[in-house]
């Protein structure tokens, strides 16, 4: 049987392949889950449209994502913390600190994006990657001073 694929499904295709699955992997998994349409002239049709509007999507969010990290990298925070004796700090900063640093700049991300692999514990300029997608890391630079 010949379905058109409306999502990605793993081992068969990408959305809008046209692949050939026994009738029950059509019947039982595959339509009910709103994976897949038989194929036929029409929804030949819809699924051509619908992998073009992908196709615009993908971009459109490529070119966000650009310019999302080009903005990161410019993006430079001063974050005041505590000394005591000889410059050692009270506490660290941590990917909360930076993300609310980054919100206060206008910059919308997921604390979870912010890839610190541990706090901050000292004084100094830090660069700092942010997962901006699967594939790009934006680079933002950290000044940590004594307030």
Known sequence: MDIILLQDVKGLGEAGDIVTVKPGYARNKLMPEGLALRASKRNLAVAEERKQFAVTRKAREAAADEAMVATLSKIEITIEAQVGEEDKMFGSITTLDIHKALE?????????SIMLDEPIKA?????????????????????????
């Open 123 to 147: 004084l100094g300029i830090f660069h700092v990657p942010v997962r901006v997608s699967t594939e790009l890391n934006g680079d933002v630079k950290i000044y940590v001073i004594k307030s």
């Open 104 to 112: 206060e700049k206008g910059i919308n991300v997921d604390r979870h």
